[in-house]
């Protein structure tokens, strides 16, 4: 009994506290369940014709679309979702970047024809916009396309100039972008290759003994590619292709000597100038010595570098590397050149100088043989001295033309004028005057007879068809032969022509 009255008690006190628990949490669990019925309020389906759409903008859902593709290197689904959106939508504020994406894709999908057509829209690109800093990224990616198809230099080098034209175009439209530091690496790289395809020229035409050609390429070498890992060996090759001009010169035996010795003092200071230079440009590179001792050999002074000139060579020559013998035995299978020698300071030509050319170089050797080395001549001007006859005295008429006057060892030309029967008689003897070789003489014979007969008209008429002569006395020939000798004297055509013509007397 006792225990069932404990359970009882028990169930008594439990049920007390349930009670005053479900008294604290009904207003919990009232606003729990209006909570509850206000969502499903506002689920109920209404009439909302954009109630099911993303809030963002379509342009740039197609524009994520089309960068997740590129992502995952479906290219062509990437353009055709760029086109979309460039069609679809063209006053985007997308479509600068969706048409820098579409040639992104080809140049990042590769291959000769992808990378030419990522060149076309880059240039579009830059038509369209090109006050945005993202035309200096695609003139840059225009140069790299370039620059990964160049090839070795004894190979085509088309790659190679248009690479330099349009690393120039980069650093010359877009100076204030932080790409150039990037642009100039990659010219440096380039005109390394360069320079060294035309030191390659100018020493096999050194080695055929075609010593013009070898110092026109030799020069334009050293002139428009400064910072060549080569140049003192261009210049050292340039000095000697000059000294074996000269060694020509002697060893030929029909010139002039006046004429060969002003050749040889020219070509001896041109090669004087080009070790000179190796010296005050180059002097820490290796054929320093050898152009200080062929200065030497050659009794000329020798220069000396400035403090300037050896920090600016030392500084080009410790940024070059020097590439491993592995990397050289591979190298002969590798389509691309070699840049590692290229010069990692200093700046390179933007402005190609003057070229020079064989047809020049041998101009000059003509102008030096006629004692003009310094070029006064180059313009191949004819100076004309002319002979005045001076002012006219007071009070005097001024000289004709057509008058010829009369000089006197005693004193200035006479001014006075001839008399017309004196001028226009061309074969009277003038006083003092030489015979000019020149001058037409009259039909006179070389015996000192008579006159020669005039040659016979083409306009004459001859009277008589037959060939018979027309009827006349003696005092009509007589006429005509006077008139015959009479035209033989005139210089006018006019005149002889008139004379000439006789009337036909009919029978």
Same mark, same amino acid.
């Given at each position: 009994?006792?225990?069932?009255?404990?359970?009882?008690?028990?169930?008594?006190?439990?049920?007390?506290?349930?009670?005053?628990?479900?008294?604290?949490?009904?207003?919990?669990?009232?606003?729990?369940?209006?909570?509850?019925?206000?969502?499903?309020?506002?689920?109920?389906?209404?009439?909302?014709?954009?109630?099911?759409?993303?809030?963002?903008?379509?342009?740039?859902?197609?524009?994520?679309?089309?960068?997740?593709?590129?992502?995952?290197?479906?290219?062509?689904?990437?353009?055709?979702?760029?086109?979309?959106? *460039?069609?679809?939508? +063209?006053?985007?504020?997308?479509? !600068?970047? /969706?048409? @820098?994406?579409? &040639?992104?894709?080809? $140049?990042? %999908?590769?291959?000769?024809?992808?990378?030419?057509?990522?060149?076309?829209?880059?240039?579009?690109? *830059?038509?369209?916009? +090109?006050?945005?800093?993202?035309? !200096?990224? /695609?003139? @840059?990616?225009? &140069?790299?396309?370039? $620059?990964? %198809?160049?090839?070795?230099?004894?190979?085509?080098?088309?790659?190679?100039?248009?690479?330099?034209?349009?690393?120039?175009?980069?650093?010359?439209?877009?100076?204030?972008?932080?790409?150039?530091?990037? &642009?100039?690496?990659?010219?440096? %790289?380039?005109?390394?290759?360069?320079?060294?395809?035309?030191?390659?020229?100018?020493?096999?035409?050194?080695?055929?003994?075609?010593?013009?050609?070898?110092?026109?390429?030799?020069?334009?070498?050293?002139?428009?590619?400064?910072?060549?890992?080569?140049?003192?060996?261009?210049?050292?090759?340039?000095?000697?292709?000059?000294?074996?001009?000269?060694?020509?010169?002697?060893?030929?035996?029909?010139?002039?000597?006046?004429?060969?010795?002003?050749?040889?003092?020219?070509?001896?200071?041109?090669?004087?100038?080009?070790?000179?230079?190796?010296?005050?440009?180059?002097?820490?590179?290796?054929?320093?010595?050898?152009?200080?001792?062929?200065?030497?050999?050659?009794?000329?002074?020798?220069?000396?570098?400035?403090?300037?000139?050896?920090?600016?060579?030392?500084?080009?020559?410790?940024?070059?590397?020097?590439?491993?013998?592995?990397?050289?035995?591979?190298?002969?299978?590798?389509?691309?050149?070699?840049?590692?020698?290229?010069?990692?300071?200093?700046?390179?030509?933007?402005?190609?100088?003057?070229?020079?050319?064989?047809?020049?170089?041998?101009?000059?050797?003509?102008?030096?043989?006629?004692?003009?080395?310094?070029?006064?001549?180059?313009?191949?001007?004819?100076?004309?001295?002319?002979?005045?006859?001076?002012?006219?005295?007071?009070?005097?008429?001024?000289?004709?033309?057509?008058?010829?006057?009369?000089?006197?060892?005693?004193?200035?030309?006479?001014?006075?004028?001839?008399?017309?029967?004196?001028?226009?008689?061309?074969?009277?003897?003038?006083?003092?005057?030489?015979?000019?070789?020149?001058?037409?003489?009259?039909?006179?014979?070389?015996?000192?007879?008579?006159?020669?007969?005039?040659?016979?008209?083409?306009?004459?008429?001859?009277?008589?068809?037959?060939?018979?002569?027309?009827?006349?006395?003696?005092?009509?020939?007589?006429?005509?032969?006077?008139?015959?000798?009479?035209?033989?004297?005139?210089?006018?055509?006019?005149?002889?022509?008139?004379?000439?013509?006789?009337?036909?007397?009919?029978?």
């Amino acid at each position: 009994m006792a225990g069932s009255r404990r359970s009882a008690g028990t169930l008594a006190r439990q049920m007390r506290e349930f009670r005053g628990l479900m008294s604290g949490r009904i207003p919990i669990i009232f606003l729990a369940g209006l909570l509850i019925v206000t969502v499903a309020c506002t689920n109920k389906k209404v009439n909302n014709p954009i109630a099911n759409i993303d809030s963002k903008q379509p342009d740039k859902v197609l524009f994520d679309r089309a960068m997740d593709a590129m992502k995952h290197n479906r290219f062509d689904v990437a353009r055709i979702t760029l086109q979309t959106l *460039i069609n679809t939508y +063209p006053d985007s504020e997308f479509i !600068a970047r /969706a048409k @820098l994406a579409v &040639a992104d894709s080809w $140049y990042a %999908e590769g291959g000769s024809t992808s990378l030419a057509q990522a060149e076309v829209e880059y240039k579009d690109f *830059i038509t369209f916009f +090109p006050n945005m800093p993202e035309a !200096a990224e /695609a003139q @840059l990616k225009i &140069a790299n396309i370039h $620059y990964q %198809e160049m090839e070795k230099p004894d190979r085509d080098y088309t790659h190679a100039v248009r690479a330099e034209e349009e690393y120039r175009s980069l650093i010359q439209q877009f100076p204030d972008s932080k790409l150039v530091p990037e &642009a100039k690496q990659r010219l440096r %790289e380039v005109q390394e290759v360069i320079a060294e395809r035309e030191f390659r020229v100018g020493r096999f035409y050194y080695l055929r003994q075609s010593y013009p050609a070898a110092i026109a390429r030799l020069r334009s070498l050293v002139d428009k590619y400064p910072l060549y890992s080569r140049a003192d060996e261009a210049l050292y090759l340039l000095g000697q292709s000059y000294e074996s001009e000269v060694t020509m010169l002697r060893a030929r035996g029909k010139m002039d000597e006046a004429a060969k010795s002003r050749m040889i003092e020219d070509f001896t200071k041109r090669a004087a100038d080009a070790y000179s230079r190796i010296l005050t440009r180059y002097p820490m590179m290796d054929r320093a010595d050898d152009a200080k001792a062929r200065l030497q050999a050659l009794h000329l002074p020798v220069p000396r570098p400035t403090k300037a000139a050896v920090a600016q060579n030392k500084a080009e020559e410790e940024g070059r590397r020097t590439t491993p013998m592995y990397k050289q035995v591979m190298g002969t299978f590798n389509k691309h050149p070699d840049v590692a020698p290229s010069a990692k300071t200093g700046e390179p030509t933007l402005v190609d100088p003057p070229m020079s050319s064989a047809t020049e170089v041998a101009q000059q050797a003509n102008r030096a043989m006629v004692g003009n080395a310094s070029g006064s001549m180059g313009n191949n001007s004819v100076s004309v001295e002319a002979v005045g006859r001076g002012a006219p005295p007071l009070d005097q008429p001024a000289p004709r033309s057509d008058v010829t006057p009369s000089i006197s060892a005693a004193g200035p030309p006479s001014t006075s004028a001839a008399t017309p029967a004196a001028s226009s008689d061309a074969n009277q003897p003038k006083p003092n005057v030489a015979a000019d070789p020149n001058e037409l003489k009259p039909n006179v014979a070389s015996d000192g007879g008579q006159a020669m007969p005039a040659p016979q008209q083409v306009n004459e008429i001859q009277a008589g068809g037959s060939g018979q002569a027309a009827a006349g006395d003696g005092k009509d020939a007589d006429s005509s032969s006077s008139q015959t000798q009479d035209d033989s004297s005139s210089s006018s055509s006019k005149h002889k022509k008139k004379k000439g013509l006789r009337k036909v007397v009919p029978f």
